[in-house]
């Protein structure tokens, strides 16, 4: 019987001696989320188990495995692509699923556990397209996920093809349209096109798969209507607001939710869930924050939610307060949402309203439809079709377009371009007409990790970064701090002038005469490049060769001829364009992206995770829409006649 695969490195001490390896009695390290960009796939081969001294020169071989060494990575634990690793104070631990293969690799020297990313794509044996969604994998570490990011923009992936023919002839999943993905490598098409979903990576949470010329017969059509019809939620948006009214109309005793179904409760279908955890004297005041009611999803090849802090959210209903804005379009953001109308209802508070746009359908039981459209923001679907979308695009369009802005937040392994491409079709809704000039813009506050700031630009040219640390209740390290290491790489990107917007002081912000924004404590204006260079809440040091300031540990290596960490491979990053493989420019600047088919860039990770996805307290339930239809079904099956 296959048992996971696993590569032993003992880490080297900081005085220089081989430490002792952690008995397996030992606790766990705590959790952290670091994965890789790669698009694998596992493939067969045996076991093998090795370990490696500290020395850089000594390796330790088996079955065609050779183990790497690393050296001062922090305790920890998280995934890198369809493997796992557990870091200790000496030794990492790299799991991988049985039937995966490893190439032989030189023995390297690595900087800290998230260089598992690297480590990742070095050793895995070849890729195959898998399943694949229309984000990459979630990336928490700024040095090796932004060393990562830009490797992914030279190396061979997976495309999405976002024409108006691709999107035309698009079948439809239970999560809306479907994208076109191709294979690309330096310009050249490998394999066929295809249609996969738009908001699942893994085949194992949507399964839907087409090529794109492929002919579907019409009991297949007929099949997959009604598999997308079963797959949506058990009650229409109408249908719970119906069911909300009756709820709040039951005294206090008699208000349940079901935890487990994630359901409110009527008196009716108590026995339905009465060997279910329920939560009872259900106050309206609780109600009122269904975020802290629900429990947050974390299947992150899909549905991973993260909620902000409540000093975030404060802030960001500050600013917008401030800045004038009296309508808030809220995309993916409902603990804002909340904040909004909570504040509403006081007496003191701005009178200022927000309509909520979530793939969470569960918010359908708490909001009315003029408060919530169920929507997916990766192929800009309204499930509840052209009414929700007329509904959106009257609450952009109230008093002329003035006064509204878009704060969204989207999962942070979501790819830039097909989320610009929602966003511009709601820019375009925005506008009272189709045919309105481009030089009046809908203001928005993008929230995203600063690594992915050239992406951004490349799609939103007018956009600019906040120093400002966005963070998170329920991420262990998208959280705030006093130091750099330790602080949020999550920023807000807007297009709204910098100057316009003022940064708690008591936060340690300042404000830059020069620059004419507000940065943080740290971020030193640069003389030579005449700006605040840092991104990431630390001091960054001017590369005299490199003509920039680049990150504290970051050294000149004169055999690559750039800035990086001291253990990086020399010769890993190949300079040139993705697309057309000539080196002379990079992909955003290439002229092929604006011909015929206009493909935009799409790094994927479409390599099945084998291991169970654990999904906090919602025992493996992914988003599904049949979470609770299904298990009413299984029940009725099951029961036998007394």
Same mark, same amino acid.
């Given at each position: 019987?296959?048992?996971?695969?696993?590569? #032993?490195?003992?880490?080297?001490?900081?005085? @220089?001696?081989?430490?002792? +390896?952690?008995?397996?009695? &030992? !606790?766990?390290? =705590? %959790?952290?989320?670091?994965?890789?960009?790669?698009?694998?796939?596992?493939?067969?081969?045996?076991?093998?188990?090795?370990?490696?001294?500290?020395?850089?020169?000594?390796?330790?071989?088996?079955?065609?495995?050779?183990?790497?060494?690393?050296?001062?990575?922090?305790?920890?634990?998280?995934?890198?692509?369809?493997?796992?690793?557990?870091?200790?104070?000496?030794?990492?631990?790299?799991?991988?699923?049985?039937?995966?293969?490893?190439?032989?690799?030189?023995?390297?020297?690595?900087?800290?556990?998230?260089?598992?990313?690297?480590?990742?794509?070095?050793?895995?044996?070849?890729?195959?397209?898998?399943?694949?969604?229309?984000?990459?994998?979630?990336?928490?570490?700024?040095?090796?996920?932004?060393?990562? #990011?830009?490797?992914?923009?030279?190396?061979? @992936?997976?495309?999405?093809? +976002?024409?108006?023919?691709? &999107? !035309?002839?698009? =079948? %439809?999943?239970?999560?809306?349209?479907?994208?076109?993905?191709?294979?690309?490598?330096?310009?050249?098409?490998?394999?066929?096109?295809?249609?996969?979903?738009?908001?699942?990576?893994?085949?194992?949470?949507?399964?839907?798969?087409?090529?794109?010329?492929?002919?579907?017969?019409?009991?297949?059509?007929?099949?997959?209507?009604?598999?997308?019809?079963?797959?949506?939620?058990?009650?229409?948006?109408?249908?719970?607001?119906?069911?909300?009214?009756?709820?709040?109309?039951?005294?206090?005793?008699?208000?349940?939710?079901?935890?487990?179904?994630?359901?409110?409760?009527?008196?009716?279908?108590?026995?339905?869930?009465?060997?279910?955890?329920?939560?009872?004297?259900?106050?309206?005041?609780?109600?009122?924050?269904?975020?802290?009611?629900?429990?947050?999803?974390?299947?992150?090849?899909?549905?991973?939610?993260?909620?902000?802090?409540?000093?975030?959210?404060?802030?960001?209903?500050?600013?917008?307060?401030?800045?004038?804005?009296?309508?808030?379009?809220?995309?993916?953001?409902?603990?804002?949402?909340?904040?909004?109308?909570?504040?509403?209802?006081?007496?003191?508070?701005?009178?200022?309203?927000?309509?909520?746009?979530?793939?969470?359908?569960?918010?359908?039981?708490?909001?009315?439809?003029?408060?919530?459209?169920?929507?997916?923001?990766?192929?800009?679907?309204?499930?509840?079709?052209?009414?929700?979308?007329?509904?959106?695009?009257?609450?952009?369009?109230?008093?002329?377009?003035?006064?509204?802005?878009?704060?969204?937040?989207?999962?942070?392994?979501?790819?830039?371009?097909?989320?610009?491409?929602?966003?511009?079709?709601?820019?375009?809704?925005?506008?009272?007409?189709?045919?309105?000039?481009?030089?009046?813009?809908?203001?928005?506050?993008?929230?995203?990790?600063?690594?992915?700031?050239?992406?951004?630009?490349?799609?939103?040219?007018?956009?600019?970064?906040?120093?400002?640390?966005?963070?998170?209740?329920?991420?262990?390290?998208?959280?705030?701090?006093?130091?750099?290491?330790?602080?949020?790489?999550?920023?807000?990107?807007?297009?709204?002038?910098?100057?316009?917007?003022?940064?708690?002081?008591?936060?340690?912000?300042?404000?830059?005469?020069?620059?004419?924004?507000?940065?943080?404590?740290?971020?030193?204006?640069?003389?030579?490049?005449?700006?605040?260079?840092?991104?990431?809440?630390?001091?960054?040091?001017?590369?005299?060769?490199?003509?920039?300031?680049?990150?504290?540990?970051?050294?000149?290596?004169?055999?690559?001829?750039?800035?990086?960490?001291?253990?990086?491979?020399?010769?890993?990053?190949?300079?040139?364009?993705?697309?057309?493989?000539?080196?002379?420019?990079?992909?955003?600047?290439?002229?092929?992206?604006?011909?015929?088919?206009?493909?935009?860039?799409?790094?994927?990770?479409?390599?099945?995770?084998?291991?169970?996805?654990?999904?906090?307290?919602?025992?493996?339930?992914?988003?599904?829409?049949?979470?609770?239809?299904?298990?009413?079904?299984?029940?009725?099956?099951?029961?036998?006649?007394?």
């Amino acid at each position: 019987m296959d048992v996971p695969l696993k590569i #032993v490195c003992q880490l080297r001490s900081r005085e @220089g001696n081989n430490a002792t +390896l952690p008995t397996e009695s &030992e !606790s766990e390290p =705590p %959790s952290c989320d670091v994965s890789a960009l790669s698009q694998s796939a596992p493939l067969r081969s045996r076991e093998a188990d090795c370990s490696a001294s500290s020395r850089p020169s000594s390796t330790c071989e088996e079955e065609g495995v050779r183990a790497l060494v690393f050296s001062g990575a922090p305790a920890s634990r998280g995934d890198v692509g369809d493997a796992s690793f557990e870091v200790f104070e000496d030794r990492i631990v790299l799991m991988l699923d049985p039937g995966v293969v490893l190439k032989a690799t030189s023995v390297l020297e690595l900087n800290s556990a998230e260089e598992c990313v690297q480590l990742y794509k070095m050793i895995r044996g070849s890729q195959d397209s898998g399943g694949v969604m229309a984000t990459s994998s979630s990336i928490t570490h700024s040095d090796a996920s932004e060393s990562a #990011v830009q490797e992914s923009q030279h190396s061979p @992936g997976i495309q999405v093809v +976002l024409t108006q023919q691709a &999107e !035309s002839t698009a =079948p %439809s999943c239970p999560h809306g349209p479907t994208l076109l993905f191709v294979k690309f490598n330096h310009g050249k098409e490998e394999g066929r096109r295809f249609y996969a979903c738009a908001a699942c990576r893994d085949r194992k949470d949507c399964s839907f798969f087409q090529w794109e010329n492929e002919k579907v017969s019409k009991s297949t059509l007929a099949a997959r209507e009604e598999h997308n019809r079963r797959c949506q939620p058990p009650f229409s948006h109408k249908e719970y607001m119906e069911r909300y009214r009756n709820y709040i109309q039951l005294p206090l005793p008699k208000r349940r939710f079901c935890q487990e179904c994630q359901q409110l409760l009527l008196l009716e279908e108590w026995p339905e869930h009465a060997d279910h955890q329920v939560q009872a004297d259900i106050s309206i005041a609780q109600l009122r924050r269904p975020s802290q009611m629900l429990y947050a999803l974390a299947n992150k090849k899909s549905n991973a939610q993260y909620l902000f802090a409540d000093r975030s959210c404060q802030f960001l209903l500050d600013v917008v307060a401030a800045l004038g804005f009296t309508r808030v379009l809220c995309v993916g953001t409902p603990r804002l949402h909340e904040l909004i109308r909570l504040r509403a209802l006081g007496p003191e508070g701005p009178q200022m309203r927000s309509l909520l746009l979530d793939i969470d359908f569960r918010y359908s039981q708490f909001y009315t439809d003029e408060e919530f459209c169920h929507y997916n923001m990766f192929n800009h679907h309204f499930f509840g079709g052209e009414e929700a979308r007329e509904i959106c695009r009257n609450f952009l369009q109230l008093d002329n377009g003035e006064g509204v802005i878009m704060v969204t937040d989207p999962p942070f392994g979501g790819l830039v371009e097909p989320l610009a491409h929602s966003f511009k079709k709601l820019v375009a809704m925005w506008r009272l007409e189709p045919d309105e000039g481009t030089s009046k813009e809908l203001p928005i506050f993008w929230i995203f990790p600063y690594f992915f700031e050239p992406r951004i630009l490349s799609v939103f040219p007018s956009f600019s970064m906040l120093d400002y640390q966005v963070d998170y209740d329920n991420h262990a390290q998208y959280k705030h701090g006093k130091t750099g290491r330790k602080q949020s790489p999550v920023r807000i990107f807007t297009n709204i002038p910098q100057n316009m917007i003022t940064l708690p002081k008591e936060e340690g912000y300042r404000y830059c005469s020069i620059c004419q924004r507000y940065v943080s404590s740290d971020n030193q204006h640069c003389e030579i490049c005449n700006m605040c260079t840092s991104k990431d809440g630390r001091r960054w040091k001017h590369c005299i060769l490199c003509r920039k300031c680049v990150k504290p540990s970051w050294i000149h290596c004169s055999s690559c001829n750039r800035c990086a960490l001291q253990s990086h491979p020399c010769g890993s990053t190949k300079d040139g364009c993705f697309i057309c493989g000539k080196s002379d420019h990079k992909q955003r600047n290439c002229p092929r992206r604006y011909i015929k088919d206009k493909t935009t860039q799409v790094k994927l990770n479409p390599g099945k995770n084998k291991r169970k996805i654990k999904i906090s307290k919602l025992k493996g339930k992914s988003i599904k829409h049949t979470a609770v239809s299904n298990k009413k079904r299984k029940k009725s099956k099951t029961k036998t006649p007394s």
